[in-house]
């Protein structure tokens, strides 16, 4: 008996040991050996330009530059629900950029989410979607952005509180949600449709907008591409929860995404504004395998979202609602709306807008407050902002006017909230537009994608 407490004691110490060294085995990662940055004439210009497709498709710029920085850069403040991650320096800048990443430790970084110095990045950085990415197209990456001018440029430091301010309780993060698996090919579909999933669930991250996220960040798997939320605008669900009211087809997808707007659809907006815009430089196979990938994934269109009954319908409809909302539309927005005119001038019939039918009436505050803004060099559709010329509550109540007099939906609540949310949001981008000019350095951020 006088053993036991010893014996004990002894398990405990050897449970203690072995959970420190699982908790070290999930933790640590070795890093990588520094090099010489590579010349750029090292690289093959056909892959160069591989590359440089794919940074589009994957949007790098956009997370990656600021608004008043140099591309690739870094330094854009990323609003979580637990803090602002700023982006990193990708430029091969060899002190603060990627530099002296070999092409093995940035292969790292894009499947596995671990810096060439061995720490976790947040995943704000989608390598949830990157582990999909080949090894081929991960070449190309490297070659394009080793090849950019380099910037010397530090990031800010991140503003999260305490544990999540501490990159080791990122590997917790990746044990429970990092798939490893990478993409498989469905042998029953075409290859068109295999290279649209391979791009929409890889590189584009489609999904990191998408859908919707649980209380640790990560996406529900189970809910793929219902719904979610960017910059305080609504990702619309791209599934058969789509809530367009004529729905999407190959087609229309295609030209939506190549050029930013469509008809029977609406203009893009918000962060999908900066998607469309690189899209419109890949080449036309990329673009039409997403819209053909998407437009399986959406489900079968149903007769009574036919194009022709949904006008019908709307042009049968009673003027009904908020008064204030209507003599607000009738004075503002029906001449372009109602006019037929053709683009710049003609607004899209609101009868076929996603953004009266969703179910978040956010998108349509953002788009009546800022407008839409002209795109130098081409015939888009332009509308002017009411911020300045309109109350929140004239805003609400045209909101509400637009819900009730073109759509088949329930009217939507705490509008006047949502409208305010929104002018605020839109203040505080226009004030911070040149991004954190003061912030401290973050050393640790300094050799990180």
Same mark, same amino acid.
């Given at each position: 008996m006088a053993g036991s407490p010893r014996i004990i004691a002894s398990i405990v110490v050897v449970a203690l040991v072995v959970g420190a060294a699982a908790v070290f085995a999930i933790v640590w990662r070795p890093a990588i050996d520094a090099i010489e940055p590579p010349s750029p004439e090292t690289f093959d210009p056909a892959v160069v330009k591989r590359g440089r497709e794919l940074a589009a498709l994957g949007n790098c710029n956009s997370c990656h530059t600021r608004r008043d920085g140099q591309d690739f850069a870094g330094g854009l403040p990323v609003p979580t629900p637990f803090g602002v991650v700023f982006s990193s320096n990708?430029?091969?800048?060899?002190? #603060?950029?990627?530099?002296?990443?070999?092409?093995s430790a940035f292969r790292r970084a894009?499947? #596995?989410? &671990?810096?060439?110095?061995g720490q976790h990045l947040y995943p704000t950085f989608p390598y949830d979607h990157f582990t999909n990415v080949t090894d081929e197209d991960d070449r190309?990456?490297?070659?394009?952005?080793?090849? $950019?001018?380099?910037?010397?440029?530090?990031?800010? $430091?991140?503003?999260?509180?305490?544990?999540?301010?501490? $990159?080791p &309780?990122?590997?917790?993060?990746? +044990?429970?949600?990092?798939?490893?698996?990478t993409f498989q090919p469905d042998p029953a579909k075409s290859a068109e449709w295999n290279h649209g999933a391979y791009l929409v669930d890889g590189l584009a991250h489609c999904g990191a907008c998408h859908t919707p996220r649980n209380a640790l960040g990560a996406e529900r798997v189970s809910a793929q591409f219902a719904g979610g939320e960017a910059d305080n605008w609504h990702a619309y669900a791209l599934n058969?929860?789509?809530?367009?009211?004529?729905?999407?087809n190959a087609e229309s997808l295609y030209v939506y995404l190549r050029n930013g707007w469509h008809p029977d659809h609406g203009t893009a907006r918000g962060p999908?504004?900066?998607?469309?815009?690189?899209?419109? #430089?890949?080449?036309?196979?990329?673009?039409r395998a997403i819209a053909n990938y998407m437009a399986d994934i959406s489900g079968a269109a149903k007769p009574e979202r036919d194009r022709g009954a949904v006008l019908a319908q709307a042009e049968s409809a009673p003027a009904q609602g908020d008064p204030t909302g209507a003599a607000i539309y009738a004075a503002a927005c029906a001449s372009c709306h109602e006019s037929d005119r053709p683009l710049p001038y003609g607004g899209v019939n609101l009868a076929?807008?996603?953004?009266?039918?969703?179910?978040?009436? $956010?998108?349509?505050?953002?788009?009546? +407050?800022?407008?839409?803004?002209?795109?130098?060099?081409?015939?888009?559709?332009?509308?002017?902002?009411?911020?300045?010329?309109? #109350?929140?509550?004239q805003v609400a109540s045209l909101l509400n006017y637009l819900r009730v007099r073109f759509s088949k939906e329930q009217p939507w609540t705490g509008v006047e909230k949502t409208v305010a949310d929104a002018r605020r949001t839109q203040t505080a981008l226009l004030q911070t537009s040149a991004g954190p000019r003061n912030a401290p350095a973050d050393p640790s951020q300094r050799d990180q994608p």
């Open positions: 990708i430029t091969p800048d060899p002190e #603060t950029g990627i530099g002296r990443w070999s092409e894009m499947s #596995t989410g &671990v810096n060439r110095a190309a990456l490297y070659a394009f952005l080793m090849t $950019r001018p380099p910037v010397h440029a530090v990031a800010p $430091r991140n503003e999260l509180a305490f544990p999540l301010d501490q $990159r &309780v990122i590997a917790g993060w990746k +044990l429970l949600f990092l798939r490893r698996e058969d929860r789509a809530h367009a009211p004529v729905p999407w999908m504004a900066e998607v469309v815009s690189n899209l419109s #430089t890949v080449p036309d196979r990329d673009v076929l807008s996603t953004a009266v039918t969703s179910p978040d009436p $956010r998108n349509l505050a953002n788009i009546v +407050l800022a407008g839409v803004p002209a795109v130098a060099g081409e015939r888009s559709p332009i509308m002017p902002g009411f911020a300045d010329s309109m #109350t929140d509550a």
